[in-house]
């Protein structure tokens, strides 16, 4: 483990500043920059939420004061130079001020950006609870929830039961598609149980440690 460091020890710029990147704790999805400066990073230490400085109107803000979209911070950590920070945050609402989850959700080709790699169990979850929330027609994940835990169950199990099939004895691409299949009914699963997967997440950093 690191020796902690102070404030006194990061590097800020000539106007006394340092960026920020805003990380999304759960989904590590970077949702913003900003810049602060010694005042509001202490503040951000001392009041668990995110305080930025703002260079166009000279003044420090604290982010969500207005919106209601605060951010709860869960970790600072700091660049190999010293010159950087990167906080993990609970975002709550978008970070957006257009109202995007993330500020960073266009493209330089003007094309708009769909999930990243790391962000497809969180997309996924997140189209889970919609559908059991709204059941449109024609939906198979609506089915599901509208049928009960039960055929839920019955699917995980035949879900679980196509995967060891497959990795005893087909190829990757068969056990990529069947362990997909098994994770899209897990979050089904989960969903049913009143479980959310920060919940798991939590539970194997836990074992992790």
Known sequence: MA?????????????GLIPAIIQEYASG??????????????????????????????ELWNKG????????????????DLDCLLILVDQEGPACHTNEHSCFHRALD????????????????????????????????GELFDKGTDAILAKVEEESSELIAAAGGGGPE?????????????????????VELEDV?????KRWK
């Open 3 to 15: 020796d902690p460091i102070a404030i006194s020890d990061l590097t800020f710029d000539a106007d």
């Open 29 to 58: 999805e970077v949702l913003m920059m900003a810049f602060m400066n010694r005042e509001s990073l202490q503040k951000t230490l001392d009041s668990g939420r995110t305080w930025f400085w703002s260079r166009s109107r000279r």
């Open 65 to 80: 004061a207005t919106s209601g979209h605060y951010q709860e911070v869960r970790g600072i950590r700091y660049d190999c």
């Open 110 to 141: 003007g094309s708009r950006i769909g999930p990243a790699g790391f962000e497809a169990l969180t997309k996924l979850f997140e189209l889970v609870k919609q559908r059991r929330e709204q059941a449109p027609a024609g939906s198979y994940t």
């Open 174 to 194: 068969e056990v990529r598609h069947e362990a997909a299949d098994l994770l899209y009914h897990l979050t089904v699963l989960l969903a049913d149980a009143g």
């Open 201 to 205: 997440r939590e539970e194997l950093l």
